[in-house]
């Protein structure tokens, strides 16, 4: 909870809030550089295509590791020291980047790099929005989350069904939430930094686990949205 001390003006206030959350998007876009440059890296070469993606054991091991690491780093954040965060949240970014690399064999280049930018701009509006407005977004985030089980229990579901119409339900519905969740997210994190510890390892314990909340916000609204606007190589 963001805890303001009597004796700082509101102007110190916003720098402080400002500067920690420049931290989180740093931290941020540096995880979606490694997982962009591993996931082109992997798709451009046969050789790790056949290694990473090819063998469903070792790709559903990806996935799996990139849970565990998820798991792992929320649930014990507070128990690490603030490099180990550091290390996990990098190592998830990389890990994610060879999952992701399978869209560059399904999509067109053009159509990935079009979404992305659909994508940023979409993310940028929103976080804005979630940055500077003055109403409080909890409740919408209550339901949003509500919402965003209903869709992994949908999507389970449609693995099955393979229901085309449920599909694409899912798919627009999960745009929506993380727009939404995009908003709530960047005010949540916003109001969690804590006054005065700028430099400190719950400081940057705290900008990791941002940076991991709105990354996971952006490649899942990236991911949605290239269902809808991407084109099929």
């Known amino acids: 909870m963001n805890q303001n001390p009597s ?23 540096l995880a979606l550089v490694i997982t962009g440059a591993i996931a082109w ?6 050789t790790l295509i056949s290694i990473f993606l090819a063998n469903k054991l070792v ?26 965060a550091t290390f996990v949240f990098l190592m998830y970014a990389l ?9 560059f064999l399904v999509y067109t ?25 003055k109403t409080d977004l909890t409740k919408m985030g209550n339901l949003l989350f509500m919402a965003l089980i209903g869709l992994i229990i949908a999507s389970l ?4 069904l393979k229901n085309s119409t449920l599909y694409w339900i899912i798919t ?14 960047t005010q949540k994190i916003k109001e969690m930094n804590i006054i005065g510890n700028e430099g400190t390892e ?26 809808i606007l991407g084109n099929r190589d």
Do not use: C
Request: proline share 1%.
């Open 172 to 185: 627009y519905a999960g745009v929506l939430i993380f727009v939404g969740l995009t908003a709530y997210d």
């Open 202 to 227: 719950e400081d940057q314990k705290e900008a990791i686990m941002g940076a991991l909340t709105l990354y996971l916000d952006f490649i899942n609204l990236f991911l949605y949205l290239l269902r």
């Open 41 to 46: 890296t992997v798709a451009s070469s046969p």
């Open 59 to 84: 790709f559903w091991g990806l996935i799996i590791g990139e849970l565990a690491m998820v798991w792992y780093l929320s649930a014990a954040v507070q128990r690490m020291s603030a490099n180990t």
């Open 157 to 160: 579901v449609n693995i099955f």
């Open 109 to 133: 280049l053009g159509s990935i790099a079009s979404t992305f930018f659909v994508t940023a701009a979409t993310f940028g509006v929103m976080s804005a929005y979630g940055y500077f407005t």
């Open 7 to 29: 004796f700082l003006t509101q102007e110190q206030i916003n720098l402080e809030q400002s500067r920690f959350i420049t931290k989180v998007y740093g931290w941020m876009t």
């Open 95 to 103: 890990v994610n980047g060879l999952t992701l690399s399978v869209i």
